[in-house]
């Protein structure tokens, strides 16, 4: 960086303002922004005071008069200080008269008005950063007429990067630019999907890979014209796609495999969103996300499981709702031999028919005997719900109870080991 230069803007400054103030005009202005400001006071604390008198006399029908009125309170003395210097630059122009004390004071007070507003009443976090930290101070300049000397003097502060030459000038405006661009790009990408997700003529698998198509386009263009906005030729992509080539051929091959794995899963409709999915070392989830890297399966006590999506396309997994949400289930339970075997499977099926997410098809519920065991007859019940029996939706509990009270309330015994032992004498 040219720091002598710095230096020398630095001492010119200086040697301006002090030149400045040991002139009579510079007081005269000065006098004049003081006898201004205060009768910009005098006049808003008047009108603050009629404003007081009204918003005690607003009645509960005008109640949407006491914010906009508030509103009116606390920028009634910046606005008034506001014209009332403007009123006086343009005097003192008009006549030929020194006004840059005047023109300072204006811009400063502008500077203040505008942030009391930003932080007031602009509730966004980035718009009102943005606003604050890179539109304030260029208006500042501007208004200030030093907009293009700060421009020059920052593209003056320069280092070198190999053969790359940058200033804090183009530093500057990458950041600004590519904040502002992957802001608009987010707030498109989230209403992008939300169109396309909402499209009914559409099935839910095809809406998914739109959805993924536009989010890659879209950051693809934005990455484009953040280059092109900072003066990189875009015919130098070419060198750094091949170059991106031989890093995704080493270092970036599993990351390029599983945005890939991405595009096939979405394309090939083996799984959805809203799918419920059990992986082969027994994990299973609701799929919540399908992202370019990962898929995310949300379980039924909250954890969210993270599967890499090249997961799904090298190895074995069961997707239960994939054509159909509803699924069969079994249940086994026993009773007594000495028990009426014949009516069971009637009184079963009958209390069973009765709840409200047990399915009457695809099939009926059927209940049959399995298994003359050691201790009593095992039946077991095969029911069909919608879902997965399991979570919220868990159906196989509310079953066993309503199994359980059926044979207590008709005397049918559910056995339990028992064993008998003899004693033999000894002779």
Not at 164 to 170: E, F, G, P, T, W
Not at 181 to 209: A, C, H, M, P, T
Not at 237 to 242: E, N
Not at 248 to 269: E, H, M, V, Y
Request: glycine letters at 6%; one cysteine or more; a negative charge.
């Amino acid at each position: 960086m040219n720091f002598e230069r710095i230096n020398e803007i630095a001492q010119t400054l200086f040697q301006q303002v002090l030149a400045s103030v040991t002139e009579l005009g510079f007081y005269l202005q000065l006098l004049a922004v003081v006898l201004t400001l205060g009768l910009a006071w005098a006049l808003s604390a008047k009108i603050k005071h009629a404003v007081d008198v009204r918003l005690q006399s607003v009645t509960r029908n005008q109640s949407w008069l006491a914010q906009p009125l508030e509103v009116v309170k606390g920028l009634l003395l910046p606005v008034l200080a506001l014209m009332s210097l403007g009123l006086l630059h343009a005097a003192l122009q008009q006549s030929g008269l020194d006004y840059e004390v005047v023109k300072i004071a204006f811009s400063l007070l502008l500077i203040i008005t505008l942030f009391i507003v930003i932080h007031q009443y602009v509730n966004h976090v980035f718009v009102a950063a943005m606003l604050k930290w890179v539109m304030m101070p260029t208006a500042a300049l501007y208004l200030l007429g030093w907009l293009d000397q700060t421009v020059v003097f920052l593209e003056s502060l320069a280092f070198q990067v190999g053969d790359i030459k940058l200033s804090v000038y183009a530093v500057i405006r990458l950041l600004v630019f590519g904040s502002i661009l992957f802001w608009l790009g987010r707030i498109s990408n989230r209403y992008g999907q939300q169109i396309i997700r909402n499209k009914q003529n559409l099935d839910v698998r095809s809406r998914e890979v739109f959805a993924k198509l536009f989010e890659i386009s879209l950051f693809l263009v934005i990455f484009l014209l953040l280059l092109n906005a900072v003066g990189i030729n875009l015919t130098a992509l070419a060198v750094f796609g091949g170059a991106l080539g031989v890093g995704i051929g080493f270092g970036l091959q599993q990351i390029a495999s599983n945005f890939i794995s991405g595009l096939i899963i979405l394309l090939d409709k083996s799984m959805a969103i809203g799918n419920y999915i059990e992986l082969e070392d027994g994990k299973a989830g609701v799929l919540k996300k399908l992202n370019m890297r990962s898929s995310s399966l949300q379980t039924y006590d909250g954890k969210m499981i993270v599967v890499p999506n090249e997961r799904f396309i090298t190895s074995a997994f069961t997707n239960w709702t994939h054509d159909d949400p509803r699924q069969r289930y079994t249940l086994q339970f026993s009773v007594a031999y000495d028990s009426d075997i014949p009516a069971i499977p009637e009184l079963i099926l009958n209390a069973v028919k009765q709840h409200p997410q047990v399915l009457l098809e695809p099939e009926l519920p059927d209940c049959e005997i399995v298994e003359f065991a050691d201790s009593g007859v095992v039946f077991q019940l095969e029911y069909w719900i919608e879902g997965i029996d399991d979570g919220r939706n868990r159906v196989g509990s509310d079953l066993l109870m309503i199994i359980w009270k059926t044979l207590h309330d008709n005397d049918i015994a559910i056995p339990f080991p028992q064993r008998e032992v003899r004693i033999l004498k000894d002779e």
